[in-house]
């Protein structure tokens, strides 16, 4: 069994996986786990998007030291790169990536990323191996599952919407 960076364990055992009847344009964020389910020790994934960070300073502390306030926000531009490594160059293993033993015997020795981005969580959560098993898995803690399924919903559905219009436009 890896082993797990200290205090993740609890946090981890505490987040459930999105259903399959999950995934909106103005999304609020999220911040997902994304669990990586195969066997490749160097998985990454690059996707268009990214995650904005704007800090705006909203006052100063009893010492006079400025505070900020952080807003993130999902955008298009860019490019959102995961890294699903579980060990670093020389074979050892990255304890901070690995799921803690009490996540559930699937997910143990698993590696994941946080991914924060509406659009890339939906992108992990429809992968599936050639064999249809899924490839990763999403965690989201239950206060954002119903946010995220909102979105997975309006997307399949937008889709689906686009294949009948398209198939409208073929037949004539």
Same mark, same amino acid.
């Given at each position: 069994? #890896?082993?797990?960076?200290?205090?993740?364990?609890?946090? =981890?055992? *505490? $987040?459930? !996986?999105?259903?399959?009847?999950?995934? &909106?344009? $103005? #999304?609020?964020?999220?911040?997902? &786990?994304?669990?990586?389910?195969?066997?490749?020790?160097?998985?990454?994934?690059?996707?268009?998007? =990214?995650?904005?960070?704007?800090?705006?300073?909203?006052?100063?502390?009893?010492?006079?030291?400025?505070?900020?306030? !952080?807003?993130? &926000? *999902?955008?298009? !531009?860019?490019? =959102?790169?995961?890294?699903? /490594?579980?060990?670093?160059?020389?074979?050892?293993?990255?304890?901070?990536?690995?799921?803690?033993?009490? /996540?559930?015997?699937?997910?143990?020795?698993?590696?994941?990323?946080?991914? !924060?981005?509406?659009?890339?969580? &939906?992108? +992990?959560?429809?992968?599936?191996? *050639?064999?249809? #098993?899924?490839?990763? @898995?999403?965690?989201? /803690? @239950?206060?954002?599952?119903?946010?995220?399924?909102?979105?997975? @919903?309006? +997307?399949?559905?937008? @889709?689906?919407? =686009?294949?009948?219009?398209? $198939?409208?436009?073929?037949?004539?």
């Amino acid at each position: 069994m #890896a082993p797990v960076a200290a205090g993740k364990a609890k946090m =981890q055992a *505490a $987040e459930v !996986e999105l259903g399959d009847n999950t995934l &909106r344009p $103005e #999304a609020p964020m999220v911040r997902c &786990r994304v669990v990586y389910m195969g066997n490749n020790r160097n998985r990454s994934v690059a996707l268009p998007g =990214q995650v904005q960070v704007t800090k705006t300073q909203t006052g100063f502390d009893e010492k006079d030291q400025p505070t900020y306030e !952080e807003v993130r &926000r *999902a955008i298009d !531009e860019g490019i =959102q790169s995961y890294d699903f /490594s579980s060990h670093d160059s020389i074979g050892r293993i990255i304890p901070e990536r690995i799921m803690a033993p009490e /996540s559930g015997n699937e997910y143990t020795g698993k590696p994941f990323a946080w991914c !924060e981005h509406i659009d890339h969580i &939906r992108w +992990f959560h429809l992968q599936r191996t *050639a064999d249809g #098993a899924k490839e990763f @898995r999403v965690l989201a /803690s @239950r206060a954002d599952q119903p946010l995220i399924q909102d979105h997975v @919903r309006r +997307f399949m559905s937008s @889709r689906e919407r =686009q294949d009948s219009d398209f $198939e409208n436009i073929a037949s004539r």
